[in-house]
């Protein structure tokens, strides 16, 4: 069993930066989990995936809405991720998830039914 502590979030005006955290607790039964991954879910929308971590090497993913804005880095002795956000922009605005626990390949990362364990979200609100 796996759980996610999220914390950070809050509200920012256009171009602001917020740092997301998210702590990983894991059962000594279950192997750590090769990836973790950021999604967001805005009001009357899918939940849509936003970046992948590789925790053994610190590989990152981003996809084509966040590229070059935000950044995910780990803290492998706190077994912490984060999501550094900088020039935030109304679009970004959502409750953030972080996930842990890939079922399969990374061909699917982006479905959140592929994940089994979730952080229980923070909103991040960028107002125009």
């Known amino acids: 069993q796996v759980q996610l502590v999220q914390s950070g979030g809050g509200s920012v005006q256009t171009g602001g930066s917020l740092r997301l955290s998210c702590v990983r607790t894991?059962?000594?039964?279950?192997?750590?989990?090769?990836?973790m991954a950021w999604f967001r879910q805005a009001p009357g929308k899918e939940r849509e995936a936003v970046a992948r971590l590789g925790t053994a090497r610190g590989y990152t993913y981003y996809v084509d809405a966040v590229k070059g804005r935000f950044t995910v880095s780990q803290d492998k002795a706190n077994d912490t991720m984060y999501l550094e956000m900088k020039d935030l922009k109304s679009e970004d605005t959502a409750i953030y998830y972080c996930a842990a626990g890939l079922i399969g390949g990374l061909e699917a990362w982006d479905r959140q039914e592929r994940w089994n364990y979730w952080g229980q979200g923070t909103q991040v609100t960028v107002s125009s």
């Open positions: 894991v059962s000594t039964n279950n192997p750590l989990s090769t990836y």
